[in-house]
């Protein structure tokens, strides 16, 4: 498996950026898609964003065009850059293996998440 733990969050207003980032570890991760997913209360967890590991990325609807998805298979890391946030960005978002689509859930273990409020 790959493990995964998750950085970066914190407090933003709209129009805002931030940077999440992914440390991993596992011989998996080198060819393994990886992607970030997040859960907003009282809402399911859903998929943002995945990325192959040669680097084809794909996007959900909602953050296409405001979110880009990349990785350094040197640092075994993967990063989310997110712009023009929205209240709507607001939940704790997580790293994981994943599907490009995004349909299917990992089999790799959730980690803690890291924490994006987005407030004026």
């Known amino acids: 498996q790959v493990q995964v733990v998750e950085s970066g969050g914190g407090l933003v207003q709209p129009g805002g950026s931030l940077r999440l980032s992914c440390a991993a570890s596992?011989?998996?991760?080198?060819?393994?898609?990886m992607g970030w997913y997040r859960q907003a209360p009282r809402k399911q967890r859903e998929w943002v964003a995945s990325i192959t590991s040669n680097g084809r990325t794909n996007y959900k609807d909602s953050v296409r065009g405001r979110f880009t998805i990349s990785r350094d298979s040197a640092k075994n890391t993967v990063t989310l850059q997110m712009n023009s946030l929205k209240a709507e960005d607001t939940a704790v978002y997580y790293c994981?293996?994943?599907?490009?689509?995004?349909?299917?859930?990992?089999?790799?273990?959730w980690g803690q998440g890291t924490q994006v409020t987005v407030s004026s």
């Open positions: 596992g011989s998996a991760f080198s060819v393994a898609t």
């Open positions: 994981n293996t994943a599907e490009l689509s995004g349909r299917a859930e990992p089999l790799n273990s």
